[in-house]
């Protein structure tokens, strides 16, 4: 269960909005406040873009804030024993920690509260800029982000349990999601280069029939020229026969065939 959580400035360590569970007390809110100020002295502890988890442990002799630095690795998390009372997640990104405070040992369940963390990052991100984060005072956004921390608060404590043993089937989900993306990314390329390849045959039988249109016209036309030359051909031919007998009879009968009458 997700105890308390806050949004603080990563260089001065001032605590921008928080909220408790509304059934829990305590003094979460000073622990956190603490360890935002070890975390400015420290800031390499959690670099941007990380997550680590911390613990505190009910000992009399137990220095919570010099024990909680001795934990290292680039997301960690730090399983149970009976000794652990608290867990303390912390989000770095952007200058700014987004914190929670958690009794979940499983590190499965601790998974589900950075992703909490990593939700109120993205929607904090998405409203507030750096600039205003740099020169807010303490609680400067308590007001316009309590009900958002509320809200999730209220969501991921109360799917908690199903949250964390689906995290393997969401992840499997996940990946099919992205194959299915794959999928029908590769099958909408398939059938634009198909329909492509149908465009372009198209194209071309159209231009072949273009061509063939144009040919069939060419062929006409010459076939028309050819049959007129042939008729003016066979004009002349009868032409010159008959001039041809003229002659050869003038030659005998005279132009006027004078001499063939008066035989």
């Not at 420290?42 to 630095?69: C, H, W, Y």
């Not at 308590?142 to 921390?149: C, D, F, G, V």
């Amino acid at each position: 269960m997700i105890l308390y959580a806050c949004i603080a400035g990563a260089l001065d360590g001032k605590v921008l909005a928080e909220s408790n569970h509304p059934e829990t007390g305590g003094n979460g809110d000073e622990v956190m406040r603490a360890l935002m100020d070890r975390l400015v002295e420290i800031p390499e502890t959690v670099p941007q873009s990380t997550g680590k988890t911390f613990s505190q442990r009910n000992t009399a002799t137990f220095d919570f804030l010099s024990d909680m630095f001795n934990c290292s690795g680039g997301y960690a998390f730090m399983e149970g024993d009976a000794e652990i009372d608290h867990f303390f997640h912390v989000w770095r990104h952007q200058n700014v920690y987004y914190s929670c405070i958690s009794d979940d040992e499983n590190a499965r369940a601790q998974q589900v509260n950075f992703n909490f963390l990593q939700e109120l990052q993205k929607d904090f991100t998405e409203q507030i800029s750096g600039a205003r984060v740099a020169k807010a005072k303490e609680l400067a956004f308590q007001k316009q982000w309590l009900p958002n921390i509320r809200s999730k608060l209220h969501y991921y404590n109360t799917n908690h349990t199903e949250l964390s043993r689906d995290q393997n089937v969401q992840s499997v989900l996940n990946q099919v999601e992205d194959m299915k993306s794959v999928l029908h990314e590769n099958i909408r390329l398939v059938l634009r280069n198909q329909e492509n390849q149908l465009n372009t045959m198209q194209q071309q039988s159209h231009s072949l029939q273009q061509d063939s249109n144009i040919f069939k016209t060419r062929a006409e036309t010459l076939l028309a020229s050819q049959q007129r030359k042939r008729v003016m051909l066979y004009c002349f031919l009868f032409t010159f026969g008959i001039f041809t007998v003229y002659l050869t009879l003038s030659a005998f009968c005279g132009f006027s065939f004078q001499y063939c009458h008066n035989a």
